[in-house]
Nanobody
Framework: EVQLVESGGGLVQAGGSLRLSCAASGFTFDDYAIGWFRQAPGKEREGVSCISSSDGSTYYADSVKGRFTISRDNAKNTVYLQMNSLKPEDTAVYYC?????????????WGQGTQVTVSS
């Protein structure tokens, strides 16, 4: 059974940090790109960051560049999203998703999400 399980969300003050984790199982993790997405109430889901499977290339939305860092540990089948200098507008449910090899628009597997709330 394929599973993606996010953790690490919570309540933090503006300027603070959180590290999200996405633990994967049920597929060949090394062969998959992992993306992070978020959805705030009343807004569309948006892509936040992605890391490829092959060369570990990373991508970031302009809104998080310089503040968020994505990384992966293939030995642990886990991807991390380090979020620093958090802003109230970062408040959302954060999801991780997987697709073969390269980052892109369509993802095969999705997690259930973890809530991130940034207070001002």
């Amino acid at each position: 059974e394929v599973q993606l399980v996010e953790s690490g969300g919570g309540l933090v003050q503006a300027g603070g940090s959180l590290r999200l984790s996405c633990a994967a199982s049920g597929f060949t993790f090394d062969d998959y790109a992992i993306g992070w997405f978020r959805q705030a109430p009343g807004k569309e889901r948006e892509g936040v960051s992605c890391i490829s499977s092959s060369d570990g290339s990373t991508y970031y939305a302009d809104s998080v560049k310089g503040r968020f860092t994505i990384s992966r540990d293939n030995a642990k089948n886990t991807v991390y999203l380090q979020m620093n200098s958090l802003k109230p507008e970062d408040t959302a449910v954060y999801y991780c998703a997987a697709r073969p090899r390269h980052c892109g628009h369509e993802y095969d597997y999705w997690g259930q999400g973890t809530q991130v709330t940034v207070s001002s």
